[in-house]
């Protein structure tokens, strides 16, 4: 099984919280936690599929996020996420291990 690694921002702006990939700019936005890790799997595993159902490799295309959220991925803290995202792709298979981390709001 081919794993793909991938790093993810979580913060919160204003009232939605938001989550922003490192290697990729993908980005998505909810009113939980909860169900912004949910949009976020659904959203990475619609991605994936528009690319190995158009014969690229998977992700193929899509641009690094713009370098201040890797600064702010440094500064941030380690988050748990339990999802795994699991596309087959004919014989084998892939899967998504993020790494998520929150970002702590600024004091006041």
Known sequence: MKTIPIRALIFKDSEQWCAQCIEFDISVQ?????????????????????????????LAGLTR?????????????DARFDHHIRIAEHQSALKIVPTLRYLQPEPA
Do not use: Q
Request: hydrophobic share 40%; net charge neutral.
């Open 30 to 58: 909810a009113p939980t936690k909860e169900e912004l890790l949910s949009e976020l799997a659904e959203l990475l595993s619609t991605y994936i599929e528009i690319s190995v159902d158009g014969g690229r490799k998977p």
């Open 65 to 77: 996020a713009p370098k201040r959220f890797e600064a702010m991925f440094a500064r941030s803290k």
